[in-house]
């Protein structure tokens, strides 16, 4: 077991294998179930979850872990965020970002709610579409700042790309309010996705 544990790459490929063996022993072992539009409307859903995780995640994590702990980091020690950990991690934030968004769309077809949400709900006196509908949108403009306005400003201020060092530090400033936008948006954005699962 130390030896799985000791790879980050066994360890995720072991939690997946266990995750498929607890869900064929449910299927089996159970009534079983249908591999149907509501069965891979879990599994999307199972998906929207997981990468709504990691996303939300390492968006509380820059927010709450790193952005304030970057002025008490030594000078020669802050090359190693910028240029091992930040660019790693934004590798997975913006990919989540873009799973959630696309998970979570197709569950709202396969559940057929997809246009009632997108339009909040509006002439279906249905709160639960409202609710969903403000959450996806919230959804979306957040996944919108990290791919078009954060991300390539903190290619920027990373030093990922070109630019005169003016442009760096108001990239850096511009990534950060947009990144504190989305911590802005996160928790209504939740309360929206939860409140249409459970009140409605």
Known sequence: MTSILQSLSKTVHFSL????????GLHFFGDGFVFDRYFFSWLFRYLHVLTGI???GLLWYFNFVQIPSMPN??????PAIGKVIAPKALFWFRWAALGTIITGLIVSYLQGYVHQAMI???GSGDPKTTAIGIGMWLGIIMAYNVWFVIWPNQKKALGMVECTADEKVQSAKTAMLFSRTNTLLSFPM?????AAQNLY
């Open 17 to 24: 294998g266990i995750a498929v063996l607890l869900l064929l």
């Open 54 to 56: 990691m996303w939300i």
């Open 73 to 78: 980091i030594p000078d020669e020690q802050k």
């Open 120 to 122: 909040l709900g509006i």
């Open 190 to 194: 939740l309360l929206s996705m939860v």
